[in-house]
Antibody
């Protein structure tokens, strides 16, 4: 069964940092591009970042560019999101998802990140 | 949101409802649209991809179409379990990233 499990969320003060992880199983992780999507409380889905299978191409949403860094370790079947200079507006549930022909399938259950003093 | 959806739609069991998604030449006009179903507290799930394709396991009550810079999701034979939030999404060539609609809450009366 294809499965994605996010971890690393929590409560952080504004200006702080957090590293999210996404553990993949049930498929050959190194063959697939991956992405992060978030949902702020009461808001819709917002795409955050994308990384190709070999990490040679990376994209970020303007709202996180320069603050967030996406990476992956194909040997560990894991995707990461390093989040620095966190702001209140970064509070959200963060989902990782596999990318297949520009669609996201499947998604993980998400991990909650709360930015508050 | 870059893609525009109605905030809410509603219908009674057995009815057919449609959800629109309006974009531009840099996203839906040039790239395929996908639709996701999201129930609170669960992982979003792809319902329709490449404008009108259904993944295996998605009932044929769900269908998608596209015309120009707009896409539509139709749900026929509405069921109570269809109550969820629905999002359209597409790659945007100008932004070099994906864009989502604001989401449409479907209520089954």
């Amino acid at each position: 069964e294809v499965q994605l499990v996010e971890s690393g969320g929590g409560l952080v003060q504004p200006g702080g940092s957090l590293r999210l992880s996404c553990a993949a199983s049930g498929f050959t992780f190194s063959y697939y591009h991956m992405t992060w999507v978030r949902q702020a409380p009461g808001k819709g889905l917002e795409w955050v970042s994308y990384i190709t299978d070999s990490s040679d191409t990376i994209y970020y949403a303007d709202s996180v560019k320069g603050r967030f860094t996406i990476s992956r370790d194909n040997a560990k079947n894991s995707l990461y999101l390093q989040m620095n200079s966190l702001r209140a507006e970064d509070t959200a549930v963060y989902y990782c998802a596999r990318v297949i022909s520009r669609r996201f399938d499947p998604w993980g259950q998400g991990t909650l990140v709360t930015i508050s003093s | 949101s870059v893609l525009t959806q109605p905030p809410s739609v509603s219908g009674t069991p057995g009815q057919r409802v449609t959800i629109s998604c309006s974009g531009s030449s840099s996203n839906i006009g040039r790239n395929t649209a996908n639709w996701y179903q999201h129930l609170p507290g669960t992982a979003p799930k792809v319902l329709i991809y490449s404008d009108g394709q259904r993944p295996s396991g998605v009932p044929d009550r769900f269908s998608g179409s596209k015309s120009g810079t707009s896409a539509s999701l139709a749900i026929s034979g509405l069921q109570s379990e269809d109550e969820a939030d629905y999002y359209c999404a597409a790659w945007d060539d100008s932004l070099n990233g994906w864009v989502f609609g604001g989401g449409t809450k479907l209520t089954v009366l």
